[in-house]
């Protein structure tokens, strides 16, 4: 049970990060690539290294952008980070149950 438990606390802590980084995508895109760059200095590696705290954003982000205008894609930005921060809360309660199971 306590892998099952780490897994959940990491899935929570990564949707975690994704959520803030969409906030910072919801206030401006410039702000969100700008940040995403700094992380990254467009080195590749670094760039796999930070795919699982911040790629899942910077590629909805990214496409939503690209697709619609900038008011349509603050509002899709902010569904999908109400529905992150859902998902986040899920994992904590499992991670907090699986937790309490050993």
């Known amino acids: 049970m306590g892998v099952i438990a780490t897994i959940f606390g ?3 802590t990564f949707l975690l990060f994704n959520f803030l980084f969409a906030l910072l995508y919801t206030l401006s895109k410039k702000a969100g690539n700008g940040f995403y ?4 200095h467009d080195l590749e590696f670094l760039m ?3 795919a699982p705290l911040f790629g ?5 982000a990214s496409s939503t952008y690209g697709r ?8 899709l930005l902010f569904l999908y980070a109400i529905l992150v921060f859902v998902l986040a ?12 199971m050993q």
């Open 68 to 75: 619609f205008n900038w008011f349509v894609a603050r509002v």
């Open 10 to 12: 990491i899935l929570g």
């Open 89 to 100: 809360i899920v994992c904590f309660i499992a991670f907090g149950h699986f937790a309490d």
């Open 37 to 40: 760059r700094w992380i990254t």
């Open 48 to 50: 796999i290294l930070s």
């Open 56 to 60: 899942l954003t910077q590629l909805i």
